[in-house]
C-alpha cells in the first residue's frame, strides 16, 4: 500500500490507476454502446419501412458513443492534480475532439439524408416510368454529388472556424494583421479556388462525369477522377494518365461522347470515269437500299447521290444517320458497314478508283525543230584567195 501512495510528478500512483481505470471503463462502454446499436437497434430498424430510423442509427448513435471516452477522458483528467499549463491544454484537446466529433457527426447524417432522399425520388421515377428515365437519373446523381460536395465544404469550414473561435483565436485580428501578407495569401491561394471553382461547375452543368470519354483541346481519353483541384485523364492513345487543372474546362470546349445514341457517317466512295452514268445511278439505288435495309437507319437522315465530277474520279457520296446505344458500338458498326459496301461493288463489278495521272515527256534537245541538213556548195577558203582561178 505504501507503494500506492508514492507521488510521481504530483499525483500519487494510486490516482494514475484510478484515472487509467475510469478511461479504460469507458472505452469498454463505449465499445458495448457500439456494438448495442449496430446489431440490435440498427437491426431492428431495418425491419422498418423507412430509411430515416436507419440513417439516424447509423449516422448519429453509433459516433455518439465515442463522446463517453471524451467525458472519460474529462473523468480522468479531473480525478489528478495537474498544472495550469497542462490543464489549459487538456481542455483545449477536449474541446477540439468534442466539435470535431459533433461536427463530422452532422456531416454525415446530412450526407445520409442526402442519399435518402435521392434514393427516394429515383423509386419514384421508376415507378412513374417517364420517356427519359435513365436521363433524369442520372440528372439525380450530378445534383446529389454537388449538393454534397458543397454542403461537406462548408460545413468543413464553418467547424473549423468554430474551433478556432471557441479557442479564443481573434479571427478578426488575424486578417487585419496580415497587411501585405494577405494580399500574398490572397495571389496563392488565387489558383486553387478557381480549381475549386470549375469542379463545383463541372458537377453542376453535368458536362462530363468520371468514367465518360471526352476530348479537351489536344487530349482525348476517359475520365478517370475528377479531384478537388485536377481532373484525371485516362489517354486513349498510349493508356497515360494526365491530370488538367479544372480551371481550364470553365473557359475551354469539352466534347464529349457519353450518353450519345445518334451517329452520323459520312464517306466519299471514288468510282473509276470509265464506268457509265447509268451504271452509276444503279449503284447508287443499290447503296441506298443496303443502308436503309438496317432497322437503326434514321431514313430522314440518309443522303446517297453522285458528289461531284473529280480530277480522276467519279465521288458518291453516302451519308446517314443511325441510332446505337453507345460510341464503342459505332466504331464496329462502322467497320461492318464499309464490308458490305465492299461486297456491293464486288457484286456489281465496279472497282473503286485509284488516283491516277496522266504524264507527257517533253524533250529537252536543244536542236529538236532545226534543220541539220548541209548545203549543196558552200565556199572554201581556197575559192576566195584565188579569184582568178
Known amino acids: 500500500m505504501i507503494l500506492l501512495q508514492t507521488t510521481i510528478f504530483g499525483n500519487t500512483i494510486e490516482a494514475y490507476l484510478v484515472a487509467a481505470f475510469i478511461l479504460l471503463l469507458s472505452v469498454i462502454i463505449a465499445v458495448l454502446a457500439n456494438r448495442i ?13 423507412t430509411e430515416l430510423d436507419d440513417l439516424v442509427v447509423r449516422r448519429v448513435l453509433t459516433p455518439l458513443s465515442y463522446f463517453v471516452i471524451i467525458a472519460g477522458l474529462s473523468a480522468s483528467k479531473g480525478h489528478l492534480e495537474l498544472s495550469e499549463t497542462l490543464t489549459l491544454w487538456l481542455d483545449r484537446l477536449l474541446l477540439v475532439l468534442t466539435l470535431s466529433l459533433f461536427f463530422y457527426m452532422f456531416i ?87 480549381n475549386l471553382v470549375g469542379r463545383l461547375y463541372i458537377f453542376s ?20 477522377r475528377i479531384a478537388m483541384f485536377r481532373t484525371y485523364l485516362e489517354l486513349f492513345s498510349d493508356m497515360t494518365t494526365v ?81 446505337l446505344s453507345d460510341w464503342a458500338t459505332s466504331l464496329f458498326y462502322g467497320n461492318q458497314v464499309l464490308h458490305d459496301i465492299q461486297l456491293l461493288f464486288e457484286e456489281m463489278n465496279i472497282p473503286f478508283a485509284f488516283p491516277t495521272q496522266e504524264l507527257r515527256i517533253r524533250s529537252e534537245n536543244p536542236w529538236e525543230g ?11 577558203e581556197e575559192g576566195k584567195k584565188s579569184p582568178s582561178s
Not at 532545226?370 to 572554201?380: F, G, K, Q
Request: with cysteine.
Open 205 to 224: 452543368t453535368g458536362i462530363f462525369d468520371e468514367g465518360h470519354f471526352i476530348v479537351f483541346n489536344q487530349w482525348a481519353g476517359t475520365v478517370k
Open 243 to 323: 491530370s488538367i487543372p479544372n480551371a481550364e474546362f470553365v473557359r475551354g470546349v469539352v466534347k464529349t461522347y457519353y450518353g450519345r445514341t445518334k451517329f452520323m457517317y459520312k464517306w466519299d466512295l471514288d468510282v473509276p470515269y470509265d464506268i457509265p452514268p447509268p451504271r452509276i445511278q444503279e449503284l447508287i439505288v443499290r447503296l441506298r437500299e443496303l443502308i436503309l435495309s438496317k432497322p437503326e437507319v434514321n431514313p430522314q437522315m440518309c443522303w446517297i447521290y453522285l458528289e461531284r465530277l473529280d480530277r480522276y474520279s467519279k465521288v458518291v457520296r453516302v451519308w446517314f444517320q443511325v441510332n
Open 108 to 194: 454525415r447524417f446530412l450526407q445520409g439524408l442526402i442519399e435518402v432522399v435521392s434514393e427516394e425520388y429515383c423509386k419514384r421515377l421508376k415507378r412513374k416510368r417517364p420517356p427519359d428515365l435513365e436521363e433524369q437519373i442520372k440528372t439525380v446523381d450530378r445534383i446529389k454529388k454537388q449538393i454534397r460536395e458543397i454542403s461537406t465544404m462548408v460545413l468543413a469550414l464553418m467547424a473549423v472556424l468554430t474551433i478556432l473561435s471557441n479557442l479564443g483565436v481573434d479571427l478578426k485580428a488575424i486578417w487585419a494583421s496580415l497587411g501585405i501578407g494577405g494580399i500574398a495569401l490572397v495571389v496563392a491561394v488565387q489558383e486553387p479556388l478557381r
Open 37 to 49: 446499436l449496430r446489431r440490435v437497434i440498427l437491426s431492428w430498424a431495418r425491419r422498418t419501412q
Open 370 to 380: 532545226v534543220s541539220t541538213e548541209v548545203p549543196a556548195a558552200l565556199p572554201t
